[in-house]
């Protein structure tokens, strides 16, 4: 049998593979691209940028969790200029989609980054709010549906025809409501999930152990989680979805597209295997191959309900 | 381009209650490994525990390498139970070591702790690169171990201990005052944790001598992608946050701002 296409179409964003990278897991390639070759990455999700640069917050940043880590970077990052002037033309030179997660504190905030990042030579944009580590802005604005179509239908126009993916956070009520307020506000696409908000404590100092208490929990054990939370968003939208959360083998990213996901997105995995994405790529190629699947699209949504 | 290792464990040596040793094989392709520098261990294949362990070399042989591990969690405890013969994955070595391009003879080695493993290696680098010994000042809580390693690369050791069990009791910072009143002192290289790190500085500071520390933080990808290790490093009149995996984990005291 021939190899089997993987191109999708995310509504307008063609990827020549439906492995992603997920934002802040990555950097912007530099240091994965000794590791792996970028061509073979459908996508890059670059940290998540600001106008203006972070310095994030302080350590420790990260706390192991049982088969997951809780991270607190806080968006550390160098501003949307330097990503323009440096990592545009870095990630430029491979055959991956470059696609910019941009944050802001306020809706001014949000349009004006996405105006400018609009412009650039990037592929999409991931309009990110559902950030837990950062004070003002992020989360908040991605867990009431009122908002979320405000943010999304503000960015909307102020991004052209600009493709724009929406990340959504899995702390919310009902995840349906959030999506069809992205949807009707204009997203071409939704990505999910990121991180659910969590705490691990030392018991002999009796502190957390992030220093700034709470973080953000990934990993393997947030995966069913994030299944489901596709498989419900796919049941009521009508634009594609990224699907993320625990993805660290082929396993998961045909779970992932049968609950409905058209392209998925791998984080945490990449800390603990460098050269996880192309691992996953060759094994989804032969899965297909060996189950006579000639199109990886013809698996996506095919859970039977 | 660069990978992780599958390596069989070749030897293993406990050198106290809660301290025990592994040689690994290294492999021909495996990049030049630097006194200071570290692997991500993957403690289980299972993939239980997720993170990979952030350990320093000890040791750098011909075909061989050695890694000095302290108890502490499930991670350690499972390196531990692996059996000779049996394999580990590694990712590395990874970050900067000791800036060595300008070591000057009239220096001197502090270790804490676990931290005298890296320190050891760095011992037997200076050693052979100036046909010398240097002082060497390790500090410990209680029993020290691996002396008997320490004296194959330098005749210069001094212990304090903070039981008094041997050595001068008290802290290393002790024993390094006296060196910095009698003599010219170039760089003071240092590993241990971090209180100790931070004392060293302040005092090399007040005798203007050169310090380089290496620094620890709780890691994920350890290879300078995710932003979780950071530390705050001075540059110029704006402090940073910088990544101890691969801006470090070797910081010149000068740079690093202990209170944040
Ligand atoms: C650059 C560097 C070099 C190191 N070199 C050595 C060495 O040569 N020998 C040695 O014994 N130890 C060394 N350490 C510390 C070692 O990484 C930890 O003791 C080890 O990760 C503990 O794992 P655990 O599962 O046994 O403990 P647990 O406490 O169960 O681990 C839980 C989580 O916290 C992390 N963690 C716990 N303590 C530390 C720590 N002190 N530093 C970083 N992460 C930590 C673990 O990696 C794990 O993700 C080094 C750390 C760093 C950052
Ligand atoms: C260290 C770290 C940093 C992250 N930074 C960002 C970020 O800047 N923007 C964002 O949208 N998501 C961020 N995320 C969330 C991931 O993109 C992803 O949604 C989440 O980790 C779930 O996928 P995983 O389980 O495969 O890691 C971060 C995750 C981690 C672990
Ligand atoms: S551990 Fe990821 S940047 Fe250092």
């Known amino acids: 049998m021939s190899n089997p296409i993987m191109k999708v179409d995310l509504n307008g964003l063609v990827l020549h593979n439906p ?3 997920a934002s802040g897991t990555f950097g ?10 970028l061509n073979d990455i459908g996508g890059i999700m670059v940290k998540g940028l600001t106008l203006k640069p972070r310095a994030g917050n302080p350590s420790p940043r990260v706390a192991e969790t049982p088969m997951g880590m809780l991270n607190s970077v806080g968006l550390q990052n160098p501003g949307i200029e330097y990503f323009i002037e ?10 991956t989609a470059i696609i910019a997660n941009i944050n802001g504190t306020n809706i001014e905030e949000y349009c004006e980054i996405a105006e400018i990042t609009s412009k650039a030579d990037v592929d999409s944009l991931e309009l990110n709010i559902s950030c837990p580590n950062v004070k003002a802005g992020g989360l908040a604005f991605g867990t009431d549906p009122n908002m979320v179509y405000k943010v999304t239908k503000a960015v909307r126009e102020a991004s052209g025809n600009k493709h724009l993916i929406v990340k959504l956070s899995p702390n919310v009520k009902d995840i349906k409501e959030i999506a069809l307020a992205a949807e009707e506000a204009g997203a071409d696409c939704l990505s999910m999930i990121n991180t659910l908000t969590g705490m691990v404590i030392d018991i002999n100092s009796r502190t957390p152990i992030l220093a700034r208490g709470i973080g953000g929990m990934s990993g393997p054990a947030v995966k069913p989680v994030a299944v489901r939370m596709v498989y419900e968003t796919a049941g009521v939208v009508k634009i594609p979805i990224i699907g993320m959360g625990g993805i660290s083998n082929y396993k998961d990213v045909v779970e992932f597209m049968l609950a409905g996901a058209g392209a998925i997105s791998i984080g945490t995995a990449n800390f603990v295997d460098p050269r996880v994405t192309k691992r996953v790529l060759n094994d989804l190629t032969s899965y297909l191959k060996s189950n006579n699947i000639d199109n990886i699209n013809d698996i996506v949504g095919k859970v039977i309900r | 381009m660069k990978k992780t290792y599958d390596l069989k464990i070749m030897d293993r040596e406990v050198l106290s209650q809660e301290v025990f040793k592994i040689l690994l094989e290294k492999p021909a392709d495996m ?21 990979r ?6 040791r750098v042989d011909a075909n061989s390498f050695e890694l000095t591990i302290k108890l502490v969690g499930q991670g350690t405890e499972l390196i531990y139970n692996k059996k000779i013969g049996e394999t580990i994955n590694v990712l590395g070595p990874v970050g900067n070591g000791f800036y060595l391009e300008e070591a000057k003879k009239n220096s001197i080695i502090v270790g804490g702790g676990i931290g005298i493993s890296p320190v050891k290696e760095l011992a ?5 690169k100036f046909n010398d010994d240097f002082p060497v000042l390790l500090g410990f809580r209680d029993e020290p171990f691996d002396l008997e390693d320490f004296s194959l690369y330098s005749s210069k050791i001094e212990i304090a201990t903070e039981s008094g069990i041997t050595g001068t009791k008290g802290y290393v910072t002790t024993l390094l005052e006296e060196h910095l009143k009698e003599n010219e002192i170039d760089t003071v290289y240092v590993c241990g944790p971090h209180v100790m790190l931070k004392a060293v500085k302040l005092l090399c500071d007040r005798y203007n001598v050169t310090t380089q520390l290496l620094m620890e933080e709780r890691m994920a990808c350890g290879i300078g992608a995710c932003l979780v290790c950071t530390c705050a490093i001075k540059e110029g009149t704006e402090i940073k946050n910088k990544r101890v995996c691969k801006d470090g984990p070797v910081f010149y005291g000068s740079e690093v701002v202990f209170d944040v």
């Open chain 2, 53 to 58: 362990r952030p350990i320093s070399v000890s």
């Open chain 1, 19 to 21: 492995i992603t990278v």
């Open chain 2, 124 to 128: 037997r680098v200076l050693k052979n």
């Open chain 2, 31 to 51: 990049p030049e490994i630097i006194p200071g520098q570290f692997f991500g261990l993957k403690a289980d294949d299972n993939g239980y525990p997720l993170l």
């Open chain 1, 28 to 37: 912007f390639g530099r240091e994965y691209a000794e590791y792996v070759d």
């Open chain 1, 86 to 95: 440096h990592e545009i033309p870095y990630l430029r030179q491979f055959n």
